[in-house]
């Protein structure tokens, strides 16, 4: 067994001798980081909100312009007529109804506390997705 072992072991040396340790080319380390650049940058999306400016910009306008028409028109003979009726009617509807004060209380509040955790992650992820 020694002998054989001697006989290998000579032979990794003779092949460890015959064989040069390889290097890389002097550019390697810069030729790497830029394909890595590259493949960052091709990952990365920009920011685009869901709702445009612009978009934003008609709904505010839009709900302005609800405002002021019913501030200026409210008084009309012809829409007190009208906005009585379909009061009246939705009255109606909503007159057998009755809702306890939890049920209220949940439908106040689960909104306002959705509307919370929005914010809450909204920045969470603004924060670990950051640029």
Request: overall charge positive; hydrophobic content about 50%.
């Amino acid at each position: 067994m020694k002998e054989s072992d001697k006989n290998l072991e000579n032979l990794i040396d003779k092949m460890m001798a015959e064989n040069t340790l390889q290097s890389p080319s002097a550019d390697f380390t810069s030729n790497l980081m830029s394909q890595i650049l590259v493949a960052e940058k091709a990952k990365i999306k920009p920011y685009k909100p869901l709702i445009s400016t612009s978009t934003w910009i008609f709904i505010g306008l839009a709900v302005m312009l609800l405002v002021v028409y019913n501030v200026l028109f409210a008084g009309a003979e012809n829409n007190v007529k009208i906005g009585k009726t379909y009061t009246d009617k939705i009255a109606a509807i909503f007159s057998g109804i009755h809702i306890s004060k939890n049920i209220l209380y949940a439908f106040l509040i689960v909104p306002i506390m959705m509307l919370i955790q929005i914010g809450v992650l909204k920045n969470y992820f603004d924060k670990k997705y950051q640029m």
